[in-house]
């Protein structure tokens, strides 16, 4: 962080309050699900460890279901800033939106994209219509809330995963079909289970870059991450079992790397592409756009605004890579906030 930043910070010394969503029992889906909700607290603990270095003033609001309390809390302590970790509320991740909706009628300033941004990145099939629509590439798709809609106009093997879910919850090797009746399964699965559509997609055969952004009016492009597969037979997928279970074998052979090996016309695709995301989808501050290489073509997968920040999370990694300290990051997204005024 440049001297004047510093300097800056230390003149406004702000009272920071770190905002996150308490684990809670899945509002849909498998019992094991919860397990990517208590990474929150991770990430909480991470910027309040970042928060000391910085000698700022701070307090923790956990996001319980005592909205009441915790609107009460903040008016008592009346923080300057938040920081923005929720990732839903009372177990449900579709109401991440909901919480910075909560903090602008309180005319708090908070980190992270604002609501609007939050519910589309959220919506798959809304991204992708989108990005589809202003040019940029993301794999073929359609959206089914039952096998019966399927129009059957992409070819296997296709990717099956839930609509509106984040932390490949809803992801395994059975998201990888290759005929109808796996299809119409998985669909089945993804309809009761999940309680919502089914995102249908054309599989793409490729690396698997993770592209981390920061900043707003000029936002700047991390050292990109790459995920390498240790599996000799597709899928090569980063499933639930890869990201959240350690001792599995799927956790052991998805391993990244960053920063990627690209070539550097190859990587200015990338970068370009992942921008162009990020500015059209509205995100803030920092995000995280998901890409598959096919033929040094980048499709955008997924973009995931206020994505996980704790110590072993993709972004932290491209920060690293970058020589950002986790600390300085966490002073940017407080200045970024800070400059936007209240609500």
């Known amino acids: 962080m440049s001297k004047r930043k510093q300097?800056?910070?230390?003149?406004?010394?702000?009272?920071?309050?770190?905002?996150?969503?308490?684990?809670?029992?899945?509002?849909?889906?498998?019992?094991?699900?919860?397990?990517?909700?208590?990474?929150?607290?991770?990430?909480?603990?991470?910027?309040?460890?970042?928060?000391?270095?910085?000698?700022?003033?701070?307090?923790?609001?956990?996001?319980?279901?005592?909205?009441?309390?915790?609107?009460?809390?903040?008016?008592?302590?009346?923080?300057?800033?938040?920081?923005?970790?929720?990732?839903?509320?009372?177990?449900?991740?579709?109401?991440?939106?909901?919480?910075?909706?909560?903090?602008?009628?309180?005319?708090l300033r908070y980190t992270g994209s604002p609501p609007l941004t939050l519910g589309i990145c959220q919506d798959k099939g809304l991204t992708k219509d989108v990005l589809n629509a202003n040019g940029i590439p993301t794999p073929k798709y359609q959206v089914l809330t039952t096998i019966q809609d399927w129009n059957g106009r992409i070819d296997y093997p296709l990717f099956v995963k839930p609509l509106k879910e984040d932390a490949s919850i809803g992801i395994s090797n059975r998201s990888y079909v290759r005929d109808y009746e796996e299809l119409s399964a998985q669909v089945h699965y993804i309809n009761t289970q999940y309680r919502q559509p089914a995102l249908v997609e054309e599989y793409v055969a490729g690396r698997e870059l993770n592209v981390a952004i920061l900043g707003n009016e000029e936002p700047r492009v991390l050292p990109v991450s790459e995920i390498l597969f240790g599996f000799r037979q597709e899928p090569k997928i980063v499933g639930y079992s890869a990201k959240w279970f350690r001792q599995s074998e799927e956790y052991e052979k998805t391993k990244p790397v960053c920063p990627a090996d690209l070539v550097e016309s190859v990587r200015s695709k990338v970068e370009t592409i992942a921008l162009r995301a990020y500015r059209l989808l509205g995100c803030r501050d920092y995000a995280r756009v998901d890409i598959r290489l096919r033929d040094d073509l980048p499709y955008v997968l997924e973009v995931n605004p206020n994505p996980d920040i704790s110590r072993e999370a993709g972004f932290v990694r491209s920060l690293k890579a970058a020589g950002i300290p986790h600390e300085e990051f966490v002073a940017e997204i407080v200045l970024f906030a800070l400059a936007r005024g209240r609500g």
């Open 7 to 107: 300097e800056a910070l230390r003149d406004l010394n702000p009272k920071v309050g770190v905002l996150y969503n308490l684990p809670a029992e899945p509002f849909r889906g498998e019992g094991i699900d919860h397990v990517a909700e208590a990474e929150v607290e991770e990430q909480a603990e991470g910027v309040k460890e970042a928060l000391e270095k910085l000698g700022l003033q701070h307090q923790l609001f956990p996001l319980t279901d005592d909205i009441t309390g915790l609107i009460e809390a903040l008016r008592l302590h009346r923080p300057d800033v938040i920081i923005n970790l929720c990732e839903g509320a009372f177990g449900d991740s579709h109401q991440e939106m909901n919480v910075p909706s909560l903090l602008e009628l309180l005319e």
